[in-house]
């Protein structure tokens, strides 16, 4: 059985501005890696985050308190390892295809991420997972392995499924929201991944935005669309609501 050590550190976050948020240092396989957490007490819902290809930075962090200002608690994971935050995009592709390219890798870092929420105070037994762009490829991942979550999120994500995997072990709904606009992933991926669900019988709801490119959810990038990022929030905001609701 894999072991995950997790120390708690309470300073410095890679540059990061903390808000009411901590850093939590663990490892995963003898590796070091560093998460965000910020609670919301140890009865709220967990909100695993994933990541998008840039790792995890100030965005993912802003999104936390986000989240965490709803009322739940939120750990932000690292895919990367502690303080690889890469800037050249060829970093960026070198990092995220190692992981499309060994799956048992990218569940190893799931599972540690997890396991590192629930040593921070997180409530892993009520809990949902969301990501960006190469996060939300993750999450589908997640889904895919059969983790009891109650819900998994992807904003402009990855959408295929990888050969020899499918959803028959999936738990919890899935929520996708999809630009229709994405040239990295398109609505053929789109329409592939919705009959897959429903063959699998899993529940899900999709939603596209006209005009909204890849990525459009990052504030302040050229890509960013104001009325696929507020509508799309506003239905995580009230999915997140029914999920919870008991």
């Not at 295809?97 to 037994?125: F, W």
Request: proline letters at 2%; glycine letters at 10%; one cysteine or more.
């Amino acid at each position: 059985m894999k072991r995950f050590l997790v120390i708690i550190l309470i300073f410095g976050f890679s540059g990061l501005a903390l808000a009411e948020g901590r850093s939590v240092v663990y490892d995963v396989n003898g590796s070091e890696y560093e998460g965000y957490y910020i609670s919301a007490g140890e009865k709220a819902p967990l909100i695993l985050l994933i990541h998008d290809w840039d790792g995890l930075t100030e965005y993912e962090v802003k999104r936390s308190k986000m989240i965490n200002d709803l009322g739940y608690s939120v750990f932000a994971a690292d895919m990367y390892g502690k303080g690889v935050r890469p800037e050249a995009l060829s970093e960026k592709r070198r990092l995220t295809s190692e992981l499309y390219q060994n799956r048992g890798k990218m569940r190893d870092l799931l599972k540690g991420a997890i396991s590192a929420a629930e040593q921070a105070g997180g409530n892993t037994d009520r809990a949902a997972v969301i990501g960006y762009c190469f996060g939300g490829a993750v999450v589908l991942e997640l889904a895919r392995s059969g983790a009891p979550f109650e819900a998994f999120v992807t904003f402009h994500g990855g959408l295929s499924t990888p050969e020899g995997q499918d959803y028959s072990k999936t738990n919890g709904q899935i929520l996708v929201f999809h630009g229709s606009a994405d040239q990295a992933v398109t609505l053929d991926d789109f329409s592939t991944l919705a009959k897959e669900l429903e063959k699998a019988g899993v529940k899900h709801e999709m939603t596209t935005y006209s005009g909204a490119p890849h990525a459009f959810t990052i504030f302040g990038s050229d890509r960013y669309s104001e009325d696929a990022d507020r509508k799309s929030w506003n239905r995580f905001v009230s999915f997140l609501d029914e999920t919870f609701e008991n």
